[in-house]
């Protein structure tokens, strides 16, 4: 084991860079924090590349990290690199899947979801709600900025996330006869009209915007959910939990 | 027309008090920033007591503001006031409204939602799914802290939020005849199990623990959610979005 004590050390400089998306996406690496995040990635074979923890913590015997290497810091270095107020000292360095093939019926195709906290939640919704695989476009919030990982609690690990070019996947996922619904408050159906089916792909867009028109000019349709009250619209992340248990057909 | 251009005037501490739950629930009242937030609370009969905008800032003539006393202040007192990074510069006190009794035939209640995002995020679905009222129990978040607000986008302006024991509630929806679900992810029945009726109550909980146990005993059933994947559960606004649209029964 390594012990690094000084937040001085350029090991430290070079961890914290991954606090930018820029370095994270050189490195092809990404860092979580906290226990459950560091147990989900160590489920993973070859996840996880190096695991860092405070001299404070001790690691439970269910948690097991076989040969991954550890370095051991103190309280001044756990500081240096923790992005929550209280940080339970234990990090990991993972690596960042390559996802050339999926193997997928169920998609869920996102078009520049800005907000970190809600990126996370929809991807963590879509875990839940069993989607095979998500595709996540340009202009999106990095999928591995430090809130996006908090609020997606793990999801990171359980389902493909793939960044690529939305108008590509359409064409791709059409050929391969699969529908793909796109979301709209102005134009489309109520969601509850199309008759759910185990293959499919969903699209949510833009806290703002929607989905840009010339991805909605693309789709087999385009859904909306009625509001019934004086809100304008539902949360990006609220909405596709409601579209995404519909087409579940519970 | 007032002026107040200097941070240090007393009007200005008094204001930035309101950011505080003990000063607007001494005072009952509480501050909207934003052209969105004070364009809504403007709607509602004698809900704005006062508007206060930045010099800089230029009224449109689609805001009525009737008789509203106003006070002009300039970029330093803005940022005084201000709780977002870029602010519009335009605020507004306004009074807690009071609601003893309502007319409703569905509710949301809530039990200890403690981030305010979720809490403003649950608001503003509710609103959207067609609810009638909210009762917010205790050791939740204040309903008027400012993060509230913005996540909730307006809807605190659109329908009743009340706070109360929700003991006292779920006795006097019981004796009304309303029909409480309660939702746990350990005991209850798959949701889709129940026949949504127009009138009901629904209950969320806290984020981390659900709902407390003494309150669960009390429903007329408790629902959950089936789990798909392998994340442990769903946020908790993202629930509450999915349960009150299949209870619309589109």
Chains 1, 2 share one sequence.
Request: charged share 25%.
């Amino acid at each position: 084991m390594k012990y690094i004590h000084s937040s001085k050390n350029p090991q430290v400089k070079q961890w914290k860079k991954l606090h930018t998306k820029k370095e994270r996406e050189n490195s092809g690496t990404f860092l979580v924090e906290g226990f459950h995040l560091v147990e989900e990635a160590l489920k993973i074979e070859d996840m996880v590349l190096e695991l860092i923890v405070s001299e404070e913590v001790e690691i439970p015997p269910r948690i097991d990290y076989g040969s991954v290497s550890m370095t051991q810091i103190n309280k001044e270095v756990v500081k240096e690199l923790a992005e929550t107020e209280t940080s339970q000292g234990i990090f990991a360095v993972c690596k960042q899947p390559k996802h050339k093939q999926v193997d997928a019926t169920s998609y869920l195709l996102l078009d520049a979801v800005q907000d970190p906290g809600n990126l996370g939640t929809i991807i963590r919704t879509a875990d839940a709600a069993g989607i095979d695989a998500i595709v996540v476009g340009n202009g999106s919030v990095d999928i591995y900025n430090s809130k996006v990982l908090r609020s997606a609690q793990g999801s990171h690990f359980h389902l493909p996330i793939i960044r690529g070019d939305l108008f590509e996947w359409i064409e791709k996922l059409k050929s391969d006869g699969i529908p793909i619904y796109g979301t709209s408050l102005d134009n489309g159906i109520v969601f509850t009209e199309v008759e759910p089916t185990p293959s499919y792909a969903l699209i949510v867009g833009n806290e703002g915007n929607g989905i840009q028109t010339d991805l909605l000019n693309e789709t087999t349709k385009n859904l909306y959910i009625p509001i019934f009250g004086k809100s304008e619209s539902l949360n990006v992340a609220v909405a596709t939990g409601i579209l995404l248990y519909y087409f579940k057909k519970i």
